[in-house]
């Protein structure tokens, strides 16, 4: 049952492959497509069940045993992000990419979507730090091409500053890397926990920790968020879906796992860090939210607003907080695709990205009002919906810390992310006089129930909240008591250790 955990990786990564094959059969494309990734939805999820009943999956390549060998894990908390990253990759291809589907189509883009899919799902599952590099590599790499295949200036320049910065970042974090191995020798998640309690974290590894932060926090948008918003922004609406919903939940995924596996001995230097750049990075989303008109801006800025939530609850380094990341983090990548996918459907109505210049469209689409109004609900983190749960307990594990100051930008934070929504809402519904243009443009149904599907997820996420919530537990305490991991994954090691 083991090697059931290389199915996230080698389904999409051989799917982008087969693809390549059918550039000129769109209908075939789309159904392989949908076909394989509810396949490894479906193979996840079960997966997921059976790990929180039992153990983690382990398997170790070559039958190397760790730290030596090439290790994959399947946890709870490895397992969940997959489980929802399939599952949103799927609704995004399902929705389609409109009138130049065949063009996109052309261009291989459902090819290195998967691609990036892979790379995401092999972060995720990964226990060896250089692998996760090597396997950011492969997503980010795929997110090049994508973000440049729009052949318009405007992404472009986006372009080159998102390489820029992830070149940069990647490079320091091979320098982490090469630190680290050089500090502590090795480079296997449960290793490193290990040595690094037994040394109690001396003043390299705390070094190398604030540069994992900076690493990583840079992918994530948080504070360094200047790539986001013009990235997003330039994408058309199902890449910039695909972007929210994945890129810098990986960052997020990757701050949990080494901050409370492995660097988590001097909390005072590395949370405290976290826990003012998350101030910071909600300050940032606050501002950006409300800054703007352009609708595909103001949705960016919600992205980088969530990643200060996620971060606040990880900086807490509690139970409580930490529980709290993991589940709000799984309810943001279905939010924030919808939220992309509805906005993307506005501009395509309105022919403009401007708020402002929407109006009326209560008379033609009152169905996709209901489902934006939802999603404000949700991200405003309004009960039952999926946003109240992972909000209620950061704020919790926030206050158990003494982070108040946190806790209260948070609830501002959270208070004006609903705002300028609902600000956006109302004027495009209940406005000026109708758009003409909006009569004249048919959404195909598929589109409709691909955002439908994700309205059903948050609602059955809010309310089904409890099972989540236990999963995600189950993912903190397993994280948080480096012992218990140490004794699952690495049985050997604690052997010659002791």
């Known amino acids: 049952m083991n090697n059931l955990i290389l199915i996230p990786l080698l389904v999409p990564l051989i799917t982008g492959l087969i693809l390549f094959f059918f550039k000129e059969r769109l209908t ?7 076909s394989s990734l509810t396949i490894t939805t479906l193979i996840t999820a079960w997966m997921l069940i059976e790990v929180s009943l039992n153990k983690a999956l382990v398997i170790n390549f070559g039958d190397w045993q760790p730290p030596f060998g090439i ?38 883009l459902p090819s290195f979507i998967l691609f990036l899919l892979t790379g995401v799902n092999g972060s995720f599952l990964t226990a060896d730090i250089f692998n996760l590099y090597v396997m950011f590599e492969i997503m980010l790499l795929a997110s ?44 296997n998640f449960g290793h490193i926990a290990m040595r690094v309690s037994e040394s109690n974290q001396p003043a390299t590894v705390t070094l190398v920790a604030i540069i994992m932060i900076f690493v990583f926090g840079g992918k994530a948008a948080l504070v360094m968020f200047m790539w986001l918003p013009k990235a997003y ?28 596996l492995m660097f988590d001995e001097k909390p005072d230097v590395t949370h405290f860090l976290l826990y003012i750049m998350a101030i910071i990075t909600m300050i940032i989303g606050s501002i950006g939210v409300l800054g703007f008109k352009d609708i595909k801006k103001i949705a960016a800025y919600q992205v980088i607003l969530s990643i200060g939530f996620a971060v606040l609850g990880l900086s807490a380094n ?19 695709t919808l939220l992309f996918l509805i906005i993307g459907t506005f501009v395509l109505l309105a022919g403009t990205r401007y708020y402002d210049q929407f109006g009326g469209l209560i008379k033609y689409y ?66 000026r006089e109708g758009i003409p243009q909006a009569e004249r443009v048919v959404l195909s149904k598929n589109k409709l129930y691909a955002m439908v599907i994700l309205t059903v997820a948050t609602i059955v996420l809010g309310i089904a909240s409890q099972y989540v919530l236990d999963i995600s537990e189950l993912a903190a305490q397993f994280n948080i008591n480096e012992q218990s991991y140490i004794k699952e994954i690495i049985p050997n090691v604690e052997v010659e250790a002791k």
Request: hydrophobic share 55%; charged share 10%; aromatic share 14%.
């Open 233 to 260: 922004a330039a994408l058309n609406t199902e890449l910039a879906a695909l972007f929210a919903s994945l890129m810098t939940k990986v960052g997020v995924y990757a701050l949990l796992r080494i901050m409370v």
């Open 366 to 431: 009152p169905s996709l009002g209901v489902i934006f109004f939802i999603t404000i609900l949700s991200i405003g983190g309004v009960p039952p919906f999926s946003g109240f749960p992972g909000k209620l307990l950061i704020i919790k594990g926030a206050l158990e810390n003494g982070y108040t100051i946190g806790v209260i930008v948070m609830i501002l934070s959270s208070v004006i992310a609903m705002y300028s929504l609902l600000r956006v809402f109302l004027v495009m519904y209940f406005g």
């Open 71 to 108: 290790q994959f894990v399947g946890d709870e908390l490895g397992l969940l992000f997959t489980t929802v990253s399939c599952f949103v990759v799927t609704v995004i291809i399902y929705f389609g990419f409109g009138k130049r589907e065949r063009i996109a189509n052309k261009y291989f």
């Open 318 to 336: 509690n139970s409580d907080g930490i529980t709290g990341a993991i589940f709000y983090v799984s309810h943001d990548m279905i939010i924030k």
């Open 144 to 187: 090049f091409v994508l973000l440049t295949l729009g052949q318009s200036i405007e992404q472009l320049r986006a372009s080159i500053i998102y390489v820029v910065i992830n070149v940069v970042s990647s490079w320091f974090f091979l320098m982490g890397v090469a630190y680290l191995y050089g500090t502590l020798g090795t480079l």
């Open 28 to 34: 075939l494309t789309r159904r392989i497509a949908i």
